[in-house]
C-alpha cells in the first residue's frame, strides 16, 4: 500500500477528529467552561458580544422579552453599523487592507482597499445618495454583482440609516421587482453587467427590465464594471453613473447616523416554501454583535489575518460573514467576482496562494465540485496559509468533509460546519474550532447561550441518539424581528407551530426552522435538511440527506441528490439522481456500489428503486440543489418554477432520461 492510500484508509475509517493542536495554541477561544458560563450568565452572557462594538449611547437592557415572540436587545443603546465596520479601525489600520477584491478576468489586477480608502469611498458614496434624496429609513434596493462598490453601498446606506434590500444579481427582473414593491423602495443600485467564465455579461438590461414593473419612481445608480467590455448602454435620465457621482462627491464626509439598537440595519427577501418571498428584518445592534461574535470565535477572525468567504454578497452568508463580521473585526475580507473554475479549476487555490488566505469558508455543493475534479488543483499551489475551513448552506457528508480535510486543509485546519439561515442572522449550530472535536457530517453542539434542541412531533425533547425537528428555545441577538410588514406570517412560519401563541411567557415560545434534526449521546447536532426533504418509505421516517449521505459514499460517485417518489404501495420510494467522478463510465458497477452503501449505512429499505446518472444536477444559484424539480420529475408531474435555477436546461435532459424519451 502506498503512503497515500494508507492515509486516505485511515482518515476514511475516523469518526473523531481533535481540533489540530497548532490551531488551538493561537485560537481565540479554547476554554470549554465558556458553554457553562453562558447557560449561567444567561441573557447577559451576551454582554460580550455588545462590547466588540463601539456604542454612541450605551445600551440599558440586554433582552426585553415582555413582548414575545418580538424580542427586543441591547434597548436603549445607539450606535452606526458603518462607524463599527470602518472608522473606528483608522487610528490602528488605515493603510490596512480592508478588502481583497479579485476579479474574475486574470490579466486585470486586483483592488486591495484599505479602511482609509473605504473610509473614503464609504463616505463618498453617502454623501451621494443623500443628494439623490435618500433619507433615513428609505430603503435602498442592490441588485449587484460582486463589484467593490457592493459592500461600499452596502456600509453608505448603514451610514445613513437607510436599510438595505439586496436582491442576488443572479435574479430575475421580476424578482427584483417583487421584492422593490414589497418594500416600497425608490432607490436601486446595479451595475452595467459583470463577468462570469471569461464573458462580459449584461446585467443592465435585466434591473431595467425589473424597474419597469415596479410601481412607483425609480432613482437608479449604475456602477460601471465592463468599461470597453460593456454593452452600449446609454444612461437615462433617472439612472446615475456610479463613478460620476463619486467624482462629484470627493472629499465629502458624513457623520454616521445614530441609529437605535433595534433599528432596521436591512432587509433580505428569502423564499419560503409557497407563496410571496419573506422580507427577514435584521435591526442594528443584533445583529451587528452576533456576526462580529461568531466571526470571532467561530471563524477565529483576527485584524492581522486574511479571510475569505466564497459566497455572494446577494445572500446571507455574504452580508454576515463577506462584509458586517469581518469588517466589524477589522481584518481584510476578501471576495471574488468569478467564477471557481475560471480559467481553471484551481482558481480559488490561486487566490488562498496569492493573497496568503488564513481562513477559507465555502458551501459543500462548492466542496463537492473540487473533488470531482481531482486534489491536482489544489496541489498546484501552497496552502499553508490556512488555518481554519468552514462550510455553510447544506449538510455536509462525511466523504466531502474529510476531502476538504485532507486536500485543503492538509490535516492542520479544523473544519467548522455551520449549521445557521438568513433568519438567524449567524451561526447557531457548529463547534469552536479551539474547543470541541469534529464529527464529520455533524455541525456539532449548538453555540454558547444558544438553547437548540431537537425535539420531537410533540415539541418533547428527544432522548441521544434520536431524531426529530430542530428548534430554538430562547432568542438570541442575531434573530430576525419579524417579516417586514407582516408580523402575522412573522408569528405563522416560525412560531405557531411549537409555540402556546396566546402566551406573554418567553418560556412558551419556541423557534422552529424547519429543519429535521438528529442528536447524539455529545450533544452534537446533525441537520439532516428541511423537514419538507424527509420521505416516508412503508412507513418508515427517512431523510433524504442520509441516504444522499450513502450513496455519496460509494466510489466513483461525485454527487447525488435522493428524492422521494410517490409509490402505490409503500407511499414513497426512493430515487437517486448521481454524478459520476469524472472518468468513470461503468454504471452498472457503480449501480452496485450504490446499493450496497445503502443498504450498509442505513438498510435495505433506504435502497433507491431507481438510479439515474446525470452530469448535472438542478441548482438555484445559491447552490442547492433544487430536489422539488427532481420529484417532479419522478411523479411524472408538470414541472414547477425553474426561473431560480442556475442551469435550468439540465431538468428537460433528466426528465427525457427517466420517461425513456
Ligand atoms: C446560511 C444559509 C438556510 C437553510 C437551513 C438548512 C440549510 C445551512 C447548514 C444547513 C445543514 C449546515 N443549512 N447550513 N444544513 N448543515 N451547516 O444557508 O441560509 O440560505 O437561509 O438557508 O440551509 O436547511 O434551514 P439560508
Request: glycine share 8%; hydrophobic share 35%; charged share 30%.
Amino acid at each position: 500500500m502506498t503512503e497515500e492510500t494508507n492515509l486516505e484508509t485511515r482518515i476514511a475509517e475516523q469518526d473523531v477528529f481533535e481540533p489540530p493542536a497548532s490551531f488551538v495554541e493561537q485560537a481565540n477561544v479554547t476554554d470549554a467552561g465558556i458553554y457553562e458560563e453562558f447557560e449561567e450568565n444567561w441573557p447577559d452572557c451576551w454582554e460580550g458580544a455588545a462590547d466588540l462594538l463601539s456604542w454612541d449611547e450605551d445600551y440599558e437592557t440586554v433582552l426585553d422579552d415582555s413582548n414575545p415572540p418580538f424580542y427586543e436587545w441591547f434597548t436603549g443603546g445607539t450606535l452606526n453599523a458603518s462607524y463599527n465596520c470602518v472608522d473606528r479601525h483608522l487610528p490602528e489600520r488605515a493603510d490596512e487592507v480592508a478588502i481583497e477584491w479579485v476579479g474574475e478576468p486574470t490579466d486585470e489586477s486586483n483592488r486591495s482597499i484599505t479602511y482609509g480608502e473605504l473610509h473614503r469611498e464609504v463616505n463618498e458614496f453617502a454623501a451621494a445618495l443623500r443628494d439623490l434624496g435618500v433619507s433615513e429609513d428609505d430603503v435602498v434596493t442592490m441588485h449587484m454583482p460582486m463589484v467593490a462598490a457592493h459592500p461600499v453601498a452596502l456600509l453608505a446606506c448603514a451610514r445613513i440609516g437607510a436599510p438595505h434590500s439586496v436582491v442576488f444579481a443572479g435574479f430575475s427582473a421580476e424578482a427584483l421587482a417583487d421584492r422593490m414593491n414589497a418594500a416600497d423602495s425608490e432607490y436601486l443600485i446595479t451595475a452595467d453587467g459583470y463577468y462570469r467564465r471569461g464573458d462580459p455579461l449584461d446585467h443592465l438590461s435585466k434591473s431595467r427590465e425589473g424597474v419597469a414593473d415596479v410601481d412607483h419612481d425609480v432613482e437608479t445608480v449604475v456602477v460601471d464594471r465592463l468599461g470597453d467590455d460593456g454593452h452600449g448602454h446609454d444612461l437615462r435620465a433617472d439612472e446615475h453613473d456610479y463613478d460620476d457621482l463619486m467624482a462629484a462627491h470627493e472629499g465629502a464626509t458624513v457623520e454616521p447616523v445614530e441609529r437605535d439598537a433595534e433599528d432596521m440595519l436591512f432587509l433580505m427577501y428569502t423564499s419560503g416554501t409557497t407563496g410571496k418571498p419573506k422580507g427577514v428584518k435584521h435591526t442594528t445592534a443584533g445583529y451587528l454583535a452576533w456576526t462580529a461574535w461568531t466571526s470571532q470565535n467561530v471563524l477565529d477572525v483576527k485584524p492581522e489575518d486574511t479571510y475569505f468567504c466564497s459566497a455572494d454578497i446577494g445572500w446571507i452568508t455574504g452580508h454576515s460573514y463577506i462584509v458586517y463580521g469581518p469588517l466589524a473585526l477589522g481584518t481584510t475580507t476578501t471576495m471574488y467576482e468569478g467564477a471557481p473554475d475560471y480559467p481553471e479549476q484551481d482558481r480559488f487555490w490561486e487566490i488562498v496562494d496569492d493573497l496568503d488566505v488564513t481562513q477559507f469558508y465555502t458551501a459543500p455543493t462548492a466542496i463537492r465540485s473540487f473533488m470531482k475534479w481531482g486534489a491536482e488543483y489544489p496541489e498546484r499551489h501552497d496552502l499553508s496559509s490556512l488555518r481554519l475551513l468552514g462550510t455553510v448552506g447544506e449538510p455536509i457528508n462525511p466523504k466531502p468533509w474529510k476531502w476538504y480535510y485532507t486536500h485543503i486543509g492538509g490535516e492542520e485546519c479544523p473544519i467548522v460546519d455551520t449549521w445557521w439561515q438568513t433568519e438567524t442572522g449567524g451561526h447557531m449550530v457548529t463547534t469552536l474550532p479551539g474547543v470541541n472535536d469534529m464529527k464529520p457530517g455533524s455541525a456539532g453542539p449548538p453555540l454558547p447561550g444558544v438553547d437548540a434542541q431537537v425535539v420531537d412531533g410533540d415539541g418533547e425533547e428527544v432522548p441521544a441518539g434520536g431524531a426529530g425537528y430542530l428548534t430554538v428555545q430562547k432568542p438570541w441577538p442575531g434573530m430576525l424581528r419579524t417579516l417586514y410588514n407582516n408580523d402575522e406570517r412573522f408569528i405563522e412560519e416560525y412560531w405557531a407551530e411549537y409555540s402556546d401563541t396566546e402566551s406573554d411567557d418567553p418560556e412558551d415560545w419556541v423557534y422552529f426552522p424547519e429543519d429535521g434534526a438528529k442528536v447524539d449521546e455529545d450533544g452534537y447536532i446533525t441537520v439532516v435538511g428541511r423537514v419538507d426533504d424527509v420521505v416516508n418509505v412503508s412507513g418508515h421516517r427517512l431523510g433524504t440527506m442520509e441516504i444522499e449521505s450513502a450513496v455519496v459514499s460509494a466510489d466513483h460517485v461525485a454527487e447525488a441528490a435522493v428524492v422521494g417518489a410517490d409509490h402505490d404501495v409503500k407511499g414513497e420510494t426512493i430515487h437517486a439522481y448521481v454524478i459520476l467522478e469524472s472518468g468513470v463510465d461503468d454504471e452498472e458497477a457503480v449501480r452496485k456500489h450504490i446499493e450496497n452503501a445503502v443498504e450498509d449505512k442505513i438498510g435495505p429499505i433506504a435502497r433507491p428503486e431507481r438510479i439515474v446518472f446525470t452530469p448535472e444536477l438542478p441548482k438555484t444559484r445559491s447552490g442547492k440543489i433544487m430536489r422539488r424539480l427532481l420529484e417532479e420529475i419522478s411523479d411524472g408531474e408538470e414541472l414547477g418554477d425553474t426561473s431560480t435555477l442556475r442551469n435550468p436546461e439540465i431538468v428537460r435532459d433528466i426528465e427525457a432520461e427517466v420517461r425513456g424519451e
